[in-house]
């Protein structure tokens, strides 16, 4: 019988056996280091969100000004796991970023176009902040005038003067229906006229979202019968719409509304007791806990 090996390949396998075995016997058992507590990974993320600008050497810093004792190391092998990029990276600024901090400084009105049963064409003017979602129905004509407009946006801008309001910027599309006066009047009280792009409703999208919704919600589910009929709909969708819906860009709450606490109590839960309120004849629902 043949081998298919030589004697030397066989003593050389019982060597690294033995070498092996040799090595984990001997290896000295480490204890390692400890992982990193729950909250102060927490409380890294944290630092580097509310900052951007900071590395890993910074957040170590201020970590150790709290008094918190851990490596650099670990705050890098941190920021690694959770896939953040280095600091100039995360420091650079986004459009979302950009027009999120511009806000509270920004307005936005546009005409909407509705025909009564009557056939008369009517034309309604409403503006929206940007920070609060806060909507305003500023007039309804059939005829919107330059002198109208005019008029509209002067009891518009002491409108905002009362409420504390601090818009710098009005964001508006090109409509003719808009006269080169209401510019002036909006210059005086410090806002500056910014006009969209030619066929780009995109650039005035919160606006243009809540006429879709007051389409969708009200003026194609209502038969408008005359100008006070209008009139009386959009001031009920204008309460509404700034008192109750929830906005995902308000964290779930409403313009005028904050977001309500949160029920933990068991018996609260099993025994709800909702309220329902009906506008213009059940077009419009709100919901509430009863008293």
Request: with cysteine; net charge positive; charged share 25%.
């Amino acid at each position: 019988m043949r081998l298919l090996v030589r004697p030397d390949t066989v003593l050389r396998w019982h060597r690294d056996l033995m070498r092996r075995r040799h090595a984990r016997i001997c290896r000295p058992k480490r204890p390692g280091r400890s992982p990193t507590v729950p909250s102060i990974r927490a409380l890294i993320l944290r630092l580097v969100r509310e900052h951007p600008s900071w590395g890993y050497r910074r957040v170590h810093g201020e970590l150790t000004t709290l008094g918190i004792k851990v490596a650099p190391s670990t705050v890098w092998e941190i920021l690694k796991q959770a896939a953040l990029d280095p600091a100039p990276e995360r420091a650079s600024t986004t459009w979302a970023d950009f027009l999120r901090s511009q806000a509270d400084a920004l307005l936005a009105c546009a005409f909407i176009e509705t025909v009564t049963l009557s056939g008369q064409r009517q034309y309604v003017l409403a503006v929206i902040e940007h920070a609060t979602r806060r909507v305003r129905v500023l007039g309804i004509t059939a005829h919107p005038s330059a002198n109208w407009v005019t008029q509209v946006i002067r009891n518009l801008v002491m409108d905002l003067e009362d409420a504390g309001c601090r818009a710098r910027f009005l964001l508006r599309d090109r409509d003719g229906k808009f006269p080169i006066l209401m510019d002036e009047v909006l210059a005086e009280a410090g806002i500056t006229t910014v006009l969209t792009g030619i066929r780009m409703p995109r650039m005035n999208s919160i606006m243009e979202r809540w006429v879709q919704s007051c389409r969708h919600k009200l003026l194609d589910r209502c038969l408008v019968w005359n100008e006070r009929h209008l009139r009386h709909a959009l001031r009920e969708y204008e309460l509404f719409y700034n008192g109750h819906p929830a906005h995902q860009a308000l964290a779930q709450a409403a313009p005028l509304r904050p977001v309500p606490e949160r029920i933990t109590e068991p018996e609260r839960v099993t025994d709800l007791k909702i309220r329902r309120r009906a506008r213009l004849g059940g077009v419009l629902h709100e919901y509430s806990h009863a008293a």
